[in-house]
């Protein structure tokens, strides 16, 4: 079992930026993908980013591309996530977890263990 830990969530303007970072204790972290996801007030909770267990392949959803970078440090048990030009929209909680296998994934239901959330408000 693997605990994981968000942290980096707050109050942003509108094009501005954040680092969320997740830190993982217990079930060995650097054999298993990572991902990111969020959930805004009533709608359902949506991918955002995800990476394997080397950091050689990174997934985001359409809507980052380009503004949203994911990293790992398996030396550090921690995943990343750079979120730069933020829009009002992306106002939500964000969730790191762990996938059940090495490689990453689009869907939530790869993922086993979830941390608490994170807070994203971004004001416009």
């Known amino acids: 079992q693997v605990q994981l830990v968000e942290s980096g969530g707050g109050l942003v303007q509108a094009g501005g930026s954040l680092r969320l970072s997740c830190a993982a204790s217990g079930r060995t972290f650097s054999r298993y993908g990572m991902g990111w996801f969020r959930q805004a007030p009533e709608k359902e909770r949506e991918f955002v980013s995800a990476?394997?267990?080397?950091?050689?392949?990174?997934y985001y959803a359409d809507s980052v591309k380009g503004r949203f970078t994911i990293s790992r440090d398996n030396a550090k048990n921690t995943v990343y996530l750079q979120m730069n030009s933020l829009k009002p929209e992306e106002t939500a909680v964000y969730y790191c977890?762990?996938?059940?296998?090495?490689?990453?994934?689009?869907?939530?239901?790869?993922?086993?263990?979830w941390g608490q959330g994170t807070q994203v408000t971004v004001s416009s």
């Open positions: 977890a762990q996938s059940r296998y090495s490689a990453s994934s689009y869907y939530a239901r790869d993922f086993h263990s």
């Open positions: 990476i394997n267990w080397s950091g050689g392949n990174t």
